[in-house]
């Protein structure tokens, strides 16, 4: 069932153009400017990246659930990629979630009603301390965009306690290279 579809597409901007070729124009007469794609006349050696595609089984109620990447210099990165994602899908792995990993930790400690007070406490000190400085979260508008990373580790079976282990193995990498005060 895994067929991924692979295209080379690029970010620029242009005029938009309808199904026939003609041009989009908005409501004061200028031509609609957006992203033109895979339409892009520049498309070619050096210009553009490989995106990938492909469906996971449909949802409840028969949505579909398109798995979309892109972004890759080389095919092979892409169906590198393509195979991971997909693998991480058959495992349980929500893949489709844009949900940021400072937003998980902070939905699921809220989430945390059963705690002891002492285990609450430790477990938002690390968050606050530890997690939340490395992701950034949506509502973070700060310039930490280079660490805003995906949480895609969030299990459908909803275990928090994995995901928070490897959100936080990922996060512990990066400040593994930060250098500490001499004792």
């Not at 945390?112 to 285990?119: G, P």
């Amino acid at each position: 069932m895994f067929e991924p579809s692979y295209y080379w597409r690029c970010q620029c901007k242009g005029p938009l153009n309808d199904k026939e070729g003609k041009p989009i124009f908005d409501a004061d007469g200028n031509p609609k400017i957006g992203s033109i794609g895979t339409t892009c006349p520049k498309l070619g050696k050096g210009h553009g990246t490989w995106n990938f595609y492909f469906e996971l089984e449909p949802a409840e109620g028969g949505t579909r659930q398109r798995v979309r990447r892109g972004g890759f210099a080389r095919l092979d990165d892409a169906k590198k990629k393509a195979k991971e994602i997909y693998d991480a899908a058959v495992a349980g792995t929500d893949v489709l979630s844009d949900e940021k990993c400072g937003d998980f930790f902070l939905r699921w400690i809220k989430a945390k009603k059963s705690l002891a007070r002492t285990t609450r406490h430790g477990y938002e000190e690390h968050i606050n301390n530890y997690l939340l400085p490395t992701s950034a979260t949506s509502s973070d508008a700060t310039s930490r965009s280079a660490t805003s990373t995906r949480c895609t580790t969030r299990s459908r079976r909803r275990t928090p306690s994995a995901s928070f282990t490897a959100c936080a193995s990922i996060n512990s990498r990066r400040t593994a290279t930060t250098p500490t005060k001499p004792g």
